[in-house]
Antibody
Framework: EVQLVESGGGLVKPGGSLRLSCAAS????????MNWVRQAPGKGLEWVSS????????FYADSLKGRFTISRDNAKNSLFLQMSSLRAEDTAVYYC?????????????WGQGILVTVSS | SYELTQPPSVSVSPGQTASITCSGD??????PSWYQQRPGQSPVLVIY???KRPSGIPERFSGSNSGNTATLIISGTQAMDEADYYC?????????FGGGTKLTVL
């Protein structure tokens, strides 16, 4: 059974940093591209970042302006999102999701999400 | 930047057909997918690459595309289909989501 479990969320002050993790199981992690998608309270889905199966190709939403860094450890079946200079508008549930890696492939499995709250 | 436009809400009577549209420039060439999100739950893929259904998704879910508009069609809508629905497309190396449509089954 495919499982994606996010962790590392919580309350952080504006300007602070946080590192999210996503533990994968039930599939060959190193064969899939991985992604982060967020959802602000009461709002829609927003794509954050993607990383290819090998980690060689990385993409970010323009709105992040270099504050977030995606990475992965295929030996540990884990995906990460390092977030810095956090703002109130980064408050959201963050989901990790996988895709097979070909252009146009959908996000076929999602984690349960982890809440990040940025507030003083 | 690329944008996808969905109606904020759609209402349907039980047993009837619901249609949810998603519009974007040249959307037909951007592999549109659809996700269902029930309250408090993670999104679930229901349609991908215009009209393919993942295993486990009921046959009443289908998709169509006509150039700049993709449509999610739910035939014989059931109360359990009441949820938010999001379209998604690829634009170059990025992914874009529509604003979401709340489907109400009255």
């Amino acid at each position: 059974e495919v499982q994606l479990v996010e962790s590392g969320g919580g309350l952080v002050k504006p300007g602070g940093s946080l590192r999210l993790s996503c533990a994968a199981s039930g599939f060959t992690f190193s064969s899939y591209s991985m992604n982060w998608v967020r959802q602000a309270p009461g709002k829609g889905l927003e794509w954050v970042s993607s990383i290819s199966s090998s980690g060689d190709y990385i993409f970010y939403a323009d709105s992040l302006k270099g504050r977030f860094t995606i990475s992965r450890d295929n030996a540990k079946n884990s995906l990460f999102l390092q977030m810095s200079s956090l703002r109130a508008e980064d408050t959201a549930v963050y989901y990790c999701a996988r895709d097979p890696g070909r252009y146009g492939d959908p996000y076929d499995y999602w984690g349960q999400g982890i809440l990040v709250t940025v507030s003083s | 930047s690329y944008e996808l436009t969905q109606p904020p809400s759609v209402s349907v009577s039980p047993g009837q057909t619901a249609s949810i549209t998603c519009s974007g420039d040249n959307l037909g060439n951007k592999y549109p997918s659809w996700y269902q999100q029930r309250p408090g739950q993670s999104p679930v893929l229901v349609i991908y690459q215009e009209n393919k259904r993942p295993s486990g998704i009921p046959e009443r879910f289908s998709g169509s595309n006509s150039g700049n508009t993709a449509t999610l069609i739910i035939s014989g809508t059931q109360a359990m289909d009441e949820a938010d629905y999001y379209c998604q497309a690829w634009d170059s190396s990025t992914v874009v989501f529509g604003g979401g449509t709340k489907l109400t089954v009255l």
